[in-house]
């Protein structure tokens, strides 16, 4: 697939870099649809989460009481709260 440019000359031999930034398929204006995030993760028998059963994540600790301490789903939920606490898990 080749790639296009909008302000960069093809015919241009010299040395050196250019850049350009095309912005025309960004969104604009407010997001549409909530962004969700979903994880599927094993628990241990001391987790409190319904087997297969949507369950959201209220905070990092709360990966602990859904999955058990030392789960799979409690260092998922630490990573990700860690990263980014605004999304809906």
Do not use: C, W, Y
Not at 25 to 50: E, I, N, S, Y
Not at 72 to 84: D, G, Q, T, V, Y
Request: net charge positive; glycine share 8%; charged share 20%.
């Amino acid at each position: 697939m080749p790639i296009s440019f909008a302000q960069i000359s093809l015919s241009s031999r010299l040395p050196g870099f250019e850049v350009e930034f095309d912005n025309s398929h960004a969104v604009k204006g407010l997001a549409l649809d909530a962004t969700r995030v979903v994880m599927f993760a094993q628990k241990l028998p001391g987790g409190t989460a319904p087997t297969n059963v949507p369950t959201r994540l209220l905070a990092a600790d709360h990966g602990v009481k859904l999955g058990g301490r030392g789960s799979m789903l409690a260092a998922m939920a630490r990573a990700f709260r860690k990263a980014s606490d605004m999304l809906d898990v």
